[in-house]
Each structure stands twice: as C-alpha cells, then as structure tokens.
C-alpha cells in the first residue's frame, strides 16, 4: 500500500482496462490526488493518494453480483490477520463495516460494503492514519 505503482504494475500485467482519469469538480476542495482507474472481468479499480497524510487508498467495486461477503472475508482471514473494527452502516440496504489488516508491523484499513443478500458491492484498502490524540471536549 505504500505504493500504488504496485496496482498499476498488476493492472499492466493482467491487461485490465484503462478507464479515465476522475473529473475534479472546478471549485472543489482538492483533498486527494486521483490515480489511474481500471476495469477487468467485472471489477473497477481506482487508486488516489490523501493530500492530508500522504495515505495511499485502493479501491475496488465489483460490478457483477458473485461475490459473497462471508467467502471474501474468509479468504482475506486465511491470508493475513484481519480485525473487525466497527460497522460503519448508515443505509438499511447495504452492510459496512471495516476491518484492521495487520501484515507484520504493517497496518491497513479494509472497508467492505456489502448488499442485503451477502454479494459484496465494493472493498477498500487503504493505509491506516495514526490515531489522533483525544483531549476530551471543551469546557462550556
């Protein structure tokens, strides 16, 4: 994840499709900074890199509703040592949650969203930002 060349290399490699790059809306804050985007057998890819902390940020939507959360997320687990964190859900029709990655010393956020009937809709990997200091709320 520290470098998102990695997923172009594999893109190149596996002669995934070259889609254009993502419009910026004039006016808009820039808050990241978009890499390519691809497309292969019934999956997007788009890669962007966080201005605010330089975090990398892969992210892979499925198009084609076969994949089933509870076999991702079991092949992720055999894998490298993945953590849930927090359900993230603000929609009744599509489950969010995210999960910690550990790979060695490394750390990676997985966020996976997932339909009402267990296919999954989109799976991000990103960096994981350092924790930020908590100093409590202010007095009144």
Same mark, same amino acid.
């Given at each position: 994840?520290?470098d ?11 002669? +995934? @499709?070259?889609?254009p /790059?993502? &419009?910026? =809306? /004039?006016?808009?804050?820039? %808050? ?5 985007n +691809?497309?292969?057998?019934g999956?997007f890819?788009h *890669? +962007?890199? +966080? %201005?605010?902390?330089? %975090?990398? *940020? ?21 894998l490298?040592?993945?953590?849930f @964190? =927090?359900?993230?859900s603000?929609? /009744? ?5 995210? $999960?910690?990655?550990? @790979?060695?010393p490394?750390? %990676?956020?997985?966020s *996976?969203? *997932? ?18 200091? $908590? $100093?409590?709320? &202010?007095?009144?």
């Amino acid at each position: 994840m520290d470098d998102l060349g990695k997923v172009e290399v594999m893109a190149r490699e596996n002669n +995934w @499709i070259t889609l254009p /790059p993502t &419009p910026v =809306r /004039p006016g808009a804050p820039r %808050l990241v900074e978009h890499g390519p985007n +691809w497309s292969a057998n019934g999956f997007f890819v788009h *890669t +962007w890199l +966080w %201005l605010d902390g330089k %975090l990398p *940020t892969c992210f892979v939507g499925l198009r084609r509703a076969n994949a089933n959360r509870d076999e991702f997320v079991e092949a992720i687990s055999s894998l490298v040592e993945l953590k849930f @964190i =927090r359900d993230t859900s603000v929609l /009744p029709q599509l489950r969010q949650e995210q $999960y910690e990655i550990s @790979i060695g010393p490394t750390k %990676l956020q997985l966020s *996976t969203a *997932t339909k009402n009937d267990g296919t999954m809709a989109s799976a991000r990997i990103s960096k994981a930002a350092p924790a930020l200091p $908590y $100093y409590g709320l &202010p007095d009144r």
